[in-house]
């Protein structure tokens, strides 16, 4: 599934960094945004709307649309292009059942 | 979230940005011998056009895919130089969220853009910056229109795409598709080849035609001329299809973008049926409809408006950038999208005017090159304008506010059975833009809804769409500390 990994990054990248995602662990590199992370890892949605539970992961890139909202180390709502990433980051999509009640269908995730 | 009561900073001029237009105004105004602050929400100098690797990372950038970067090397440089003088005081990492007129001049309140604990910045609470005069300069973002399936993650903005690849160094899929209008869908495309990816085809609505009547204006400025040769090189190099008077009228997928369904269009941007075609495998589609310059600030401080060639809401300038609200100056997107060497020559004349510095000596010849550069900005509007019947390629169903997940038919409905023809109105029938980006995405499509097919949107429904009681989100601790600050 994974169809674009963290190995696809272009040359010169100094330090491996390993962050979780919903308790998974991912490898990726120092400097990277969570967004990046996540996308190359093959994670493209890590939220589901309020109202019909659409599948939602990175669109303005630049911090603008809010679409890519994650929780960081156990702080809600954070844009996910704008964070870098560090060296045991926790993050967790926001469609776990305790997070908002319309979660349940996986439809975000692939 | 941090109640601390904000730290006060002073300054002869706060600039708010540090893209071209920010650094240059920071520079010029600092070099005039003013004392400067200089507020960004990125963490480092650059903004969006010259974004790059974070440099705890890549200390030394070299500017891979960027132009005019030696533009920025030199800004940069002085910058820093300014910085160890004490000319310049830089606040990274902090949004603006409130900008008010006061006694003696403006007052700025930031709050950290990242969560504080969340980066190992420095700045951990939000910060006052009371300042005589005011340079703002908060760029713009990629405009869009909405598209039957453009919610599916895997659609992203094409300036987002590049921000991806310029920031981090890796791309966010493999096979792209690109459309919109405008020449910046090239810089884009042409990023991801060299990046490694695969352009399955730019799709660009407008045709070439259209810059016949403006061979003038375009002559004008020969640089852009060489860039797009630059490009043209790239797409020959990647084999990269470039189809001219073609939209994507739908994106595929279930839980994620898989594929794009394009068609010709006319002249008049009208669909031609049996025309169709499907690029299938995608990972990501981009989409660029030109710029929306981020007006929030402007309008909090009552600057005169009006429309620009490409129907976006800009601010007026004199020619020394200063707008209708004295001692407050615009630079760069703000006051007419037109690219960031147009951006650069605002910010340096914004920034020696708010130094109130003496005529420069290359004064005459600095407002003829932007004067240049605005006449070629002007002509690439007209040559790339939002396709007029592009609200005919929308579906009842298909969702316009992305945040609040209102659709083309309830916007229309309204309009046609409630009278709300504004966006104003609109928001408050239908709630669009009333989500987390507060309309910065949809506001323009749901301006153009709402004054109806074919109609242009007003100063009236665009200033509706991009005034916000606050430009930023802040925890309920600073509007707290706000108070106790006031009383």
């Known amino acids: 599934m994974n169809a674009y990994t963290s190995g696809d990054n272009l040359p010169g990248e100094p330090g491996e960094v390993t962050v979780t995602f919903d308790g998974r662990p991912l490898r990726t590199s120092a400097g990277q ?22 599948p939602r992961g990175l669109f303005c890139g630049i911090g603008v649309c809010f679409d890519c909202l994650v929780a960081v180390d156990g702080v809600p709502n954070q844009r996910a292009c704008l964070v870098e990433v560090r060296e045991g980051m926790e993050i967790k999509g926001s469609c776990e059942p305790n997070v908002h009640p319309l979660a349940g269908s996986e439809g975000g995730r692939e | 979230m941090s109640a601390t009561v904000p730290g006060i900073v002073e300054a002869d001029v706060a600039v708010v940005g540090a893209g071209p237009a920010g650094l240059a105004a920071a520079v010029s105004a600092a070099e005039a011998g003013a004392g400067v602050v200089v507020v960004d929400a990125g963490p480092q100098p650059g903004g969006q056009f010259w974004r790059h690797r974070p440099e705890t990372v890549e200390p030394n950038p070299e500017g891979m895919g960027h132009h005019g970067w030696r533009t920025y090397r030199d800004l940069r440089a002085r910058f820093d130089a300014a910085r160890h003088t004490g000319r310049i005081t830089y606040m990274p990492g902090q949004q603006v969220w409130m900008a008010e007129k006061a006694d003696a001049g403006f007052v700025v309140r930031t709050t950290p853009t990242v969560t504080a604990g969340l980066t190992s910045g420095k700045a951990d609470g939000g910060s006052t910056v009371v300042a005589r005069r005011l340079v703002l300069c908060p ?56 990046a490694g990816g695969e352009v399955l085809a730019v799709l660009e609505s407008s045709s070439p035609k259209a810059w016949l009547p403006y061979l003038k204006p375009a002559a004008g400025v020969p640089g852009k001329a060489v860039e797009g040769v630059e490009y043209a090189a790239v797409f020959a190099r990647h084999r990269i299809p470039y189809r001219i008077r073609t939209i994507v009228t739908e994106v595929l997928g279930t839980g994620r973008t898989s594929g794009a369904r394009t068609a010709k269009v006319d002249a008049d941007s009208r669909v031609r049926p049996g025309t169709e075609r499907v690029y299938r495998d995608v990972d990501v589609v981009g989409f660029g409809w030109g710029f929306t310059p981020q007006m929030e600030l402007p309008l909090a401080l009552g600057v005169e408006t009006r429309v620009d060639a490409d129907g976006s809401l800009v601010g007026v300038v004199t020619e020394r950038q200063e707008s209708s609200v004295p001692g407050l100056f615009l630079a760069g997107e703000v006051t007419g999208v037109g690219g960031a060497t147009l951006a650069v020559l605002e910010g340096h004349t914004a920034g020696a005017s708010a130094a109130a510095a003496p005529e420069p000596a290359a004064k005459l010849q600095g407002l003829r090159t932007t004067a240049r550069h605005r006449r070629f900005a002007e002509a690439m509007h007209r040559a790339h304008p939002v396709p007029a019947a592009w609200q005919d390629w929308l579906a009842p169903g298909t969702t316009v506010c992305r945040c609040e997940e209102v659709t083309a038919g309830e916007i229309t409905g309204a309009r046609d059975s409630l009278g709300a023809r504004d966006a104003r109105t609109l928001k408050s029938f239908t709630r669009a833009g009333m989500g987390w980006c507060q309309g910065r995405v949809c506001g323009f499509a749901a301006a153009c809804l709402g004054a109806g097919p074919g109609a242009a949107p007003t100063i009236e429904s665009l200033s509706g769409a991009a005034k916000r009681p606050l430009a930023a989100p802040v925890g309920i601790g600073e509007l707290a500390a706000l108070q106790t600050t006031d009383n």
């Open chain 1, 33 to 54: 945004s969570v967004g990046s992370a996540l996308v190359t890892n093959g994670i493209t949605a890590w939220r589901d709307t309020r109202k019909h539970a659409r």
């Open chain 2, 139 to 194: 760029g713009g973002y990629d405009r869009q229109l909405p598209v039957p399936g453009w919610d599916l993650p895997g659609v992203m903005a094409a300036g987002g795409i590049q921000a991806f690849i310029k920031g981090n160094g890796a791309l966010p899929g493999k096979r792209f598709v690109i459309a919109g209008t405008g020449p910046f869908l090239l810089p884009v495309a042409a990023g991801i080849a060299e």
